[in-house]
């Protein structure tokens, strides 16, 4: 799995970002949260969505890798995400 896998580039990290209403703003945005995530925790999941206003938020119990763990669980949330509201 990780032998094709090759270096990735930080460029996009040396550059400052910046982010309008505008543009960005105007995207509709969903988060979902992983409850057992040991690389963000679940405290620091909530302040970093709290900082900006989400569409929904869905909570999957799961670790980081939720395409893994959860698959039916992370499919349903994506095909309720799919559907126009």
Same mark, same amino acid.
């Given at each position: 799995? #990780?032998?094709?896998?090759?270096?990735?580039?930080?460029?996009?990290? /040396?550059?400052?970002?910046?982010?309008? =209403?505008?543009? #960005?703003?105007?995207? $509709?945005?969903? @988060?979902?949260?992983?409850?057992?995530?040991?690389?963000? +925790?679940?405290?620091?999941?909530?302040?970093? @969505?709290?900082?900006? +206003? #989400? /569409?929904?938020?869905?909570?999957?119990?799961?670790?980081?890798? $939720?395409?893994?763990?959860?698959? =039916? /669980? &992370?499919?349903?949330? &994506?095909?309720?995400?799919?559907? $126009? =509201?």
């Amino acid at each position: 799995m #990780f032998k094709k896998h090759k270096a990735t580039s930080c460029s996009a990290f /040396e550059h400052k970002v910046k982010l309008t =209403k505008e543009r #960005f703003g105007r995207v $509709p945005s969903v @988060y979902i949260e992983t409850t057992n995530d040991r690389s963000i +925790p679940l405290d620091l999941q909530r302040r970093m @969505y709290a900082t900006r +206003p #989400f /569409e929904r938020i869905y909570t999957l119990d799961a670790d980081h890798f $939720p395409f893994y763990s959860r698959k =039916k /669980e &992370l499919v349903d949330c &994506l095909l309720d995400i799919a559907q $126009p =509201k």
